[in-house]
């Protein structure tokens, strides 16, 4: 797709309603979505064997449910609740309990399951409807049809009944002033409620440190040691740009940072600029440069003629990649290991984010971007919500307006509330090229004029995916194993995009998987390693650790000097600095 220069385009009148289009639809194009229906009806009207199939199923579902109210009504037998019509998936919680076992509820229950089974069959298996179309109605349909579910609404959820007869309805009334409570900080531009408790650089982003370097784009800390000796080869940490960089040192007990300070590490971070819309011009390539570029030539002014070990998370990891493939070529990479945290470098299959990426989504999406010079962090969150609209929309508002409960807000909660935006034409050139061409792992990716590739890479790859991510699905992840040629380390943990990476020793619950792939292993799909990879219980960073230290010197050395001589940072400020404080 062709870069649109907002300077001189025609379509200014077009653009502005766009982007005022986007604020009420959360930037998702009301276009793309609409062609996807227009694609699946007119293939299904051109389809009567189709046609038929499904009034043969409406017919036999139809049956099967007054059968089972018979059943029910007349109370034949007593395995009447073992004789249903259709189970959930094993994914469904919201019918779990036994009261929707009992009439009228398990008539509701069975009613929305058996719709939901049929819209299913209705919308997939359409002859000649594009996969991309096919799974934009699939996943669209499935969340209109959960707004009815029988379990969002008071009259036919049982347990919703049980707890306002119990509570004499004052569950409603505190559920009342939730909403309202939502709605008054929504409107004024507040976090949720709770986020008062967690302050960055008071029980947030606490591991000591100073900014020891900043430009246009970045600061990068240098963290003090805790350790009489440190390992000779420092660690360099560059989040994803839509990300504050404090994921990775939360509260004390859960910070990635302060595990490996206090195990002998010398560890830098980058901490990105929130931009606005006066950085609207800056480049993919100036994330490179100004980001990832300058912060291995500061790390290597602290720590001159060694190696830095590298971790990249999500959209940082990728960037990490570009960065490492173009040094590659050099012959004279100062990369001594790359870590992934659910990154991905190939985005054929990218999950069901690529649900609201497609040409017309992009267009609108850079219609939005032009009116403010940025994509703002509202404007992403609605998509990340329809995801899981079932465990962040629905959840909500049966648990905290109907139920009249909070969940109490933790550090991962009030990190994930403040997120960054992401400035025009970087965000542009990423969709297009990396997201939608896929032009990095097809080779055709250039920086500073020239292509890169997966295949430069030579240092050894430590690559983290997570079972649960809806952003950077573990299969995807998993593909760098064999777009590379050098030796990978590929764990897969429990947990989600993000729970899944904090998983800190002694976290309860945990799992991973983890093994080692050599230059001359043959391709194993995902599903075969799976299957044959053992689970190995407790906290994945206890393993990563291990791995560090291998490729690690041996020799144990004095903690370098904090700071860069000549650094632009005339004066060392503390951590966490001033870009993460950037709202």
């Known amino acids: 797709m062709e870069h649109r220069d907002p300077s001189k385009s025609v379509n200014t009148l077009d653009r502005i309603i766009h982007a005022a289009e986007g604020k009420i639809t959360a930037g998702i194009s009301p276009t793309s979505m609409m062609l996807a229906y227009i694609d699946w009806a007119i293939h299904l009207a051109n389809s009567p064997g189709k046609q038929g199939e499904l009034i043969k199923k409406a017919m036999k579902k139809n ?23 259709i189970e959930p998936l094993p994914q469904d919680k919201r019918f779990e309990s036994d009261a929707w076992k009992r009439l009228p509820f398990s008539l509701y229950a069975q009613s929305f399951l058996l719709t939901q089974q049929w819209w299913h069959n209705a919308i997939t298996g359409v ?47 505190r559920g009342m002033q939730n909403l309202l409570e939502d709605w008054g900080r929504s409107s004024r531009g507040e976090g949720p409620v709770g986020i008062e408790a967690f302050k960055i650089g008071e029980n947030l982003a606490t591991t000591p440190g100073k900014v020891v370097y900043s430009n246009h784009l970045i600061e ?79 790390v ?83 998509a990340f919500q329809l995801l899981r609209s079932n465990d962040l929309i629905w959840s909500r508002v049966l648990h905290d307006y109907l139920l009249g409960q909070r969940a109490p807000m933790n550090d991962l909660m009030a990190w994930n509330s403040d997120a960054t935006r992401m400035p025009y034409k970087m965000h542009s050139e990423y969709l297009e090229q990396l997201f939608m061409n896929n032009d990095f792992s097809e080779h055709r990716y250039k920086v500073h004029g020239k292509p890169v590739s997966l295949g430069d890479i030579d240092c050894p790859l430590f690559v983290v995916g997570a079972e649960k991510d809806h952003v950077a699905p573990w299969k995807s992840v998993y593909k760098i194993k064999h777009l590379t040629r050098t030796e990978v380390t590929f764990l897969l943990t429990s947990g989600g995009h993000n729970a899944g990476i904090i998983s800190q020793p002694g976290h309860p619950n945990r799992h991973y998987r983890v093994s080692l792939k050599k230059r001359s292993d043959k391709y194993l799909s995902p599903d075969k390693w799976l299957e044959s990879t053992g689970v190995k219980e407790g906290s994945w960073w206890l393993e990563w650790e291990r791995w560090l230290v291998s490729k690690n010197e041996a020799e144990k050395v004095a903690p370098p000097k904090m700071g860069i001589k000549g650094s632009v940072a005339k004066s060392l400020i503390d951590a966490p600095g001033h870009y993460v404080l950037e709202h």
């Not at 049956?63 to 019509?85: A, E, I, M, P, W």
């Not at 990649?321 to 990369?335: M, Y």
């Open 63 to 85: 049956s099967r449910f007054l059968s089972y109210v018979v059943k029910c009504l007349t109370h034949l037998g007593n395995d009447v609740d073992n004789q249903r019509c």
């Open 127 to 173: 002859n000649g409807v594009s996969k991309h179309h096919e799974n934009v109605v699939s996943f669209t349909t499935r969340q209109l049809l959960d707004v009815i579910s029988p379990s969002n609404f008071l009259l036919t959820n049982p347990d919703l009944l049980k707890v306002t007869e119990q509570e004499g309805g004052q569950n409603l009334v």
């Open 220 to 298: 990068l800390i240098q963290y003090s040691p805790t350790t009489d000796k440190v390992y000779a080869e420092p660690i360099l940490f560059v989040p994803a740009w839509i990300m504050k960089y404090y994921i990775m040192d939360l509260s004390e007990h859960n910070s990635m940072v302060k595990f490996l300070v206090d195990n002998g590490y010398t560890v830098f971070m980058i901490s990105w600029k929130n931009p606005t819309e006066e950085d609207r011009d800056l480049t993919l390539e100036n994330y490179i440069d100004l980001g990832v570029g300058h912060a291995l030539e500061q």
């Open 300 to 382: 290597s002014s602290v720590i001159p003629n060694k190696k830095i070990h590298t971790v990249g998370y999500c959209l940082g990891g990728t960037l990490l990649t570009l960065v490492a493939a173009a040094l590659a070529k050099e012959d004279n990479s100062i990369i001594g290991s790359i870590t992934l945290f659910a990154a991905q470098t190939d985005f054929s299959e990218a999950g069901e984010l690529m649900l609201f990426i497609d040409h017309s989504q992009v267009a609108y999406l850079e219609d939005m971007m032009w009116e403010q010079g940025y994509l703002d962090t509202k404007q992403m969150k609605g």
